[in-house]
């Protein structure tokens, strides 16, 4: 049965929530094992609540995904009430009714139940993996051993504040030229399927011979109109195809090393995927997580399939006993990356290095993403400038030749 109690710490700070127990006595004695005092115990069995709390009671078919954003405030906030001397479960409890995001108040809820009847931190977020990720529940769990709880979850709000930033930027470069393209082709569609055949309709009501443009500009208009829905059709199954393909080994791989050879694109999604790897290795370190377990992890960080593998290779090399920097894939780790690495790792601070290579690299993306959009503004201007500019040309040509075109 479930049993809600209410106790103090040895701080003397008022705590409650609810354990699973089979008798009071049992109820009693795993509250003492974690040290409360002053326990009291609500004999009635608590019944699950629908919805919210129960997590089991509703069904969402959407559920709201947790980004880097929920977790960078879930872990700031859990780190402050427990430097401040607050109790894992009432904090669990506070910040599931505080937190914006419904899924991860789901979680919590479970988390706290969880971590009430004596299931670390650790264990209780790992069985919500979609929610807490490997990376967090490692980190916890090595924190928990050392008794740095408070300290380590705020180095995990910097980790992932510096994730969300270095992610946005990624974004934005590859989703500004994509926008522009997407609502230019909109505009230009717009055109050639609903204005160009207004004119057509004049001109051809005219009579006489139109100028070579215009008739092409018409051309393209009808073809447009007569195969529309092929065209749709087309595109969406490129679309579906390509999404296909994605999620298999080898296309993601032929995509992944697409996305590295397209020019300054190319180089910013590299060096982000440096910059993630080098934060989450050196959060993970610091915390005290074994290299191999941290490889293994931060590897998983870095959204590209071919440096993934690469840094496998790297875990395996490291296992048969050789050094972490020159177990570096150099197609991939620049010489910097390495020398940099090779320092820290030979005066003891590799964390702190891996940390200042991750500040390097964000800034590198930053400028990179700040120079694409500088070089793409004007030159998609230009494309799109003279895209609708020829349309205009092409539908007003005939005017000049109106008087002409009037009189036969």
């Known amino acids: 049965m479930k049993v809600k109690y209410v106790a103090r710490d040895k701080f003397g700070i008022k705590k409650s929530g609810v354990i699973e127990a089979s008798t009071i006595e049992e109820a009693e004695s795993i509250l003492k094992n974690q040290g409360l005092i002053d326990i009291q115990i609500n004999v009635k069995t608590v019944k699950e609540k629908s919805g919210k709390e129960a997590g089991s009671g509703g069904i969402t078919l959407f559920k709201k995904k947790v980004k880097d954003e929920d977790l960078a405030l879930f872990t700031r906030q ?112 717009g055109l050639l399927t609903f204005v160009v055949p207004t004119f057509a309709e004049i001109y051809s009501s005219m009579g006489g011979e139109l100028p070579f443009l215009t008739q092409v500009l018409i051309n393209i208009s009808n073809n447009l109109k007569a195969n529309i829905l092929f065209i749709i059709g087309f595109i969406v199954f490129l679309v579906i195809l390509n999404r296909l393909i994605y999620r298999t080994y080898q296309g993601k791989k032929f995509y992944h090393s697409l996305f590295l050879k397209i020019p300054l694109i190319g180089e910013i999604l590299h060096k982000g995927a440096l910059a993630k790897f080098a934060r989450t290795f050196a959060t993970l370190t610091s915390a005290g997580v074994p290299i191999l ?116």
């Not at 607050?86 to 937190?99: K, Y």
């Open 293 to 408: 377990r941290a490889i293994e992890i931060a590897s998983a960080t870095v959204g590209n399939i071919l440096i993934e593998e690469s840094l496998q290779k790297t875990r395996a090399e490291i296992e048969k006993g050789r050094p972490f920097n020159q177990s570096l894939d150099k197609k991939y780790f620049p010489p910097m990356f390495i020398a940099m690495a090779s320092v820290g790792e030979n005066s003891g601070r590799l964390d702190e290095m891996l940390d200042t290579i991750a500040s390097f690299y964000e800034e590198e993306v930053d400028r990179k993403v700040d120079a694409l959009i500088s070089t793409l503004e004007p030159l998609m201007m230009v494309v799109i400038g003279g895209i609708v500019g020829f349309i205009l040309i092409a539908l007003y040509l005939p005017i000049f030749k109106m008087g002409e075109l009037i009189t036969k």
């Open 78 to 189: 859990l780190g402050a009430m427990i430097g401040a001397g607050v109790g894992i479960v009432q904090a669990l409890e506070i910040l599931a009714e505080q937190l914006p995001n419904p899924t991860m108040k789901e979680a919590l809820l479970k988390v706290r139940n969880d971590v009430s009847t004596g299931t670390s931190l650790a264990k209780a977020m790992a069985k919500h993996p979609k929610v807490f990720p490997t990376f967090l529940v490692n980190l916890i769990a090595s924190a928990e051993e050392s008794g740095k709880l408070d300290e380590t979850l705020k180095r995990a709000t910097i980790y992932y504040e510096k994730l969300a930033s270095i992610k946005g930027k990624i974004k934005s470069a590859a989703w500004y030229p994509t926008a522009v393209l997407v609502i230019a082709t909109l505009i230009v569609l």
